[in-house]
């Protein structure tokens, strides 16, 4: 294992997969923990496809979203390119899902941070272009972090129907039916009944590619999501809270006879 990358120490070996092996590092001049991929050698010396990495990474460089693995530097030390990623703690969606369907709700949200990070990324011209239930983090506080932005080609299996804005659409549309049923869809396939109707006509228009831009889609999904809110709420056994007359103590009653006693007491002495 390397110990370091330029000023970045490497700490541990956390993976490996098509691009190389990815290591965690921190970063000895901001202090902070990092993603470090190092693709392998017969990608580094093939300097034609490292230099075609190496402009990808620059697009995707500028990408800046909270739900987005953010892309820091493309470094090089000893003729070696190395690529430096914020470093995402939590469990890849496909763990999450592990084969069975999830809270409705939480889906609900994951999938529109996810519609979210499209938006932005497609008003930059930038597509993804790969995404699975594996290039999604779900963070300790339960938020989705795209993994592998732009990287697609380099990182893992491409779309089966092309890297485009719409493909990614219909990608999310996919997740989306996977964690709601445990599964993948099938062509054409519909959730049906074990989800809110207005959900199944989202998760439908997606994997049709009926939806031009992703932002339409985030807006379709916070909509489901405040019909879920209203009926949640609406659902809730109504409580009836009843209020105990406390009856008097012994004590406070003599008390309250002692004052009227000091009174009368006192009356009948200015009257004398």
């Not at 000893?78 to 763990?95: A, H, K, T």
């Not at 732009?150 to 299996?157: E, F, H, M, Q």
């Not at 219909?170 to 959730?191: H, K, N, V, W």
Request: glycine share 10%; proline share 5%.
């Amino acid at each position: 294992m390397v110990d370091s990358l330029g000023h970045y120490k490497v700490l541990d070996r956390i993976g490996a997969g098509t691009l190389g092996d990815v290591y965690r590092a921190r970063d000895t001049r901001l202090g902070r923990t990092v993603a470090v991929k190092l693709p392998g050698p017969a990608l580094q010396d093939d300097r034609a496809r490292l230099d075609a990495l190496s402009a990808d990474a620059r697009a995707a460089s500028v990408l800046s979203h909270p739900n987005i693995a953010a892309l820091y530097e493309i470094g090089e030390e000893g003729g070696r390119v190395f690529l430096v990623f914020e470093f995402v703690p939590g469990e890849p969606l496909g763990r999450v899902i592990a084969g069975r369907p999830i809270n409705v709700r939480r889906a609900v949200d994951l999938a529109t941070q996810m519609a979210d990070a499209f938006a932005d990324a497609h008003a930059l011209g930038m597509v993804h272009g790969g995404l699975t239930a594996d290039t999604v983090i779900v963070t300790p506080k339960g938020n989705a972090k795209i993994l592998d932005f732009g990287l697609a080609r380099w990182t893992s299996r491409p779309a089966p129907d092309g890297a485009d804005q719409r493909a990614d659409i219909r990608a999310l549309g996919r997740l989306l039916f996977e964690m709601l049923t445990g599964r993948q869809p099938r062509s054409g396939e519909r959730i049906g009944p074990s989800v809110p109707a207005e959900l199944d006509e989202t998760v439908a228009r997606a994997l049709d590619g009926g939806y031009e831009a992703a932002a339409t889609c985030a807006a379709d999904l916070r909509g489901v999501a405040a019909i879920l809110d209203a009926r949640a709420a609406t659902s809730d056994p109504v409580r009836v809270v009843q209020i105990r007359r406390e009856r008097p103590s012994r004590h406070r009653v003599w008390v309250v006879v002692a004052i009227a006693l000091v009174l009368a007491a006192l009356l009948l002495y200015w009257r004398s």
